[in-house]
């Protein structure tokens, strides 16, 4: 007997790996050679291709595809209906499965709803992407990115709360977490929790 749930009407292929507490609600499949890690909550209508790794306790929401070149780490959030590419040039005459890149989310991310993030590009840990941004490179840690394209608007603390430096250092009005800003590079002033 299974250490994790999946709904009746999704598919999980010989050769998936599941890890415990995991839940796979309606509709969903998840092909050979996939990785899900424990306590994650995957949403109704989501592919995970082949060959896409996801860390723990990671969120996603309906209707999204992980295609394969796609790694997650842990508590990623993914968003209704947002979308990963894995080849930059498609063409349906044309097979490019040996060009398919690579797509880091770092952990702690969260991607909002109807984003497309295009393949090859690094989301930086706990970096926010607003909802209908279009990510065509790397996003900085803790940045806070939205449009098309995205660009850095601010940045968040790992709460999600947004952050607003005074000179190079923030305090969190939330949690009370403090950051520093060198350049363009945030960081927790005692270290990740």
């Known amino acids: 007997m299974p250490d994790y749930f999946v709904h009746q009407s999704s598919y999980v ?9 995991t839940k796979i609600w309606h509709f969903c499949h998840v ?4 990785k899900i890690g424990e306590r994650c909550n995957i949403g109704q209508n989501v592919l995970v291709s082949s060959e896409v790794t996801i860390g723990n306790n990671v969120k996603i929401q309906n209707n999204v595809s992980l295609y394969t070149g796609v790694i997650v780490e842990d508590d990623v959030f993914l ?8 080849v ?20 702690g991310a969260s991607i909002g709803a109807n984003a497309t993030i295009v ?9 926010f992407v607003g909802a209908g941004a279009v990510v065509t490179k790397d ?12 660009r850095v608007r601010g940045w968040m603390c790992q709460c999600g709360e947004q952050l607003k430096f005074e ?8 949690c009370g977490d403090a950051y520093r800003k060198q350049d363009s590079v945030v960081g927790p002033e005692r270290g990740e929790r």
């Open 139 to 150: 996003v900085p840690d803790y940045a806070l990115v939205y449009g098309s394209p995205a």
């Open 119 to 127: 393949c090859g590009v690094t989301l930086g840990k706990y970096c």
């Open 79 to 86: 968003g209704p209906s947002m979308v990963f590419t894995n």
């Open 167 to 174: 000179n190079d250092r923030a305090v969190c009005q939330s």
């Open 88 to 107: 930059i040039n498609p063409r349906s005459h044309v097979s490019r499965k040996d060009e398919y890149k690579t797509t880091l989310v770092r952990k």
């Open 13 to 21: 292929d010989d050769g998936a790996e599941i890890g415990a507490g």
């Open 31 to 34: 092909m050979p050679r996939a």
